[in-house]
T-cell receptor
Framework: AQSVTQLDSQVPVFEEAPVELRCNYS??????LFWYVQYPNQGLQLLLKYLSGSTLVKGINGFEAEFNKSQTSFHLRKPSVHISDTAEYFCAVTWNSGNTPLVFGKGTRLSVIA | DGGITQSPKYLFRKEGQNVTLSCEQN?????MYWYRQDPGQGLRLIYY???????QKGDIAEGYSVSREKKESFPLTVTSAQKNPTAFYLC?????????????FGDGTRLSIL
């Protein structure tokens, strides 16, 4: 079965420092890739998506991600985090092999420290 | 504004009772999904539906049932056969069955056993 791995379950970082949240997926066939953010007791909000084209994707709230096909990775980055970025982040993938729903990683909890 | 409405936000169930979670969308989306979220487990797919009057089991369908009689509505019933129903349940929708279309999420229903 296809799978998504988020390598870090928790990432603490000081305010205004850069952060990278890592995501790897299991297959190199055609994929669509997504990052979502979840604030406490809320649903998921789309941060950014990669469908095709440029491998560097920019999203909302200053986040960006880079698709690396050879390493089957889609890491999320932000050059300078704010307290308000404290949340849980989910990487999700769907494979272009039919009508398959998204497969989600287990999430990374980002804690920004003042 | 268009969106997904889940109700109620909090729900309590006695042992042996069935309970139904509501999900309504006014985005004119074709596909709808139900996920279960447990701490550290990410999102696990329960059921999904790509068209009215049709639905498919996800990874953890046992103890759950759904219906899709209208495009706008996709209720989830947690039956007494689900032995560990305490969780946060998220409903989502998308334009098509996952081929590059991002999913939009409701704010979730938290189910607890009394």
């Amino acid at each position: 079965a296809q799978s998504v791995t988020q390598l870090d379950s928790q990432v603490p970082v000081f305010e205004e420092a850069p952060v990278e949240l890592r995501c790897n997926y299991s297959s190199s066939v055609s994929v669509y890739l997504f990052w979502y953010v979840q604030y406490p007791n809320q649903g998921l909000q789309l941060l950014l998506k990669y469908l095709s084209g440029s491998t560097l994707v920019k999203g909302i709230n200053g986040f960006e991600a880079e698709f690396n096909k050879s390493q089957t990775s889609f890491h999320l980055r932000k050059p300078s985090v704010h307290i308000s970025d404290t949340a849980e982040y989910f990487c999700a993938v769907t494979w272009n092999s039919g009508n398959t729903p998204l497969v989600f990683g287990k999430g990374t909890r980002l804690s920004v420290i003042a | 504004d268009g969106g997904i409405t889940q109700s109620p936000k909090y729900l309590f169930r006695k042992e042996g009772q069935n309970v139904t979670l509501s999900c309504e969308q006014n985005l004119n989306h074709d596909a709808m999904y139900w996920y279960r979220q447990d701490p550290g487990q990410g999102l696990r797919l329960i059921y999904y539906s790509q068209i009215v009057n049709d639905f498919q089991k996800g990874d953890i369908a046992e103890g759950y049932s759904v219906s899709r009689e209208k495009k706008e509505s996709f209720p989830l019933t947690v039956t007494s056969a689900q032995k560990n129903p305490t969780a946060f349940y998220l409903c989502a929708s998308s334009m098509a069955g996952g081929l590059g279309q991002p999913q939009h999420f409701g704010d979730g229903t938290r189910l607890s056993i009394l």
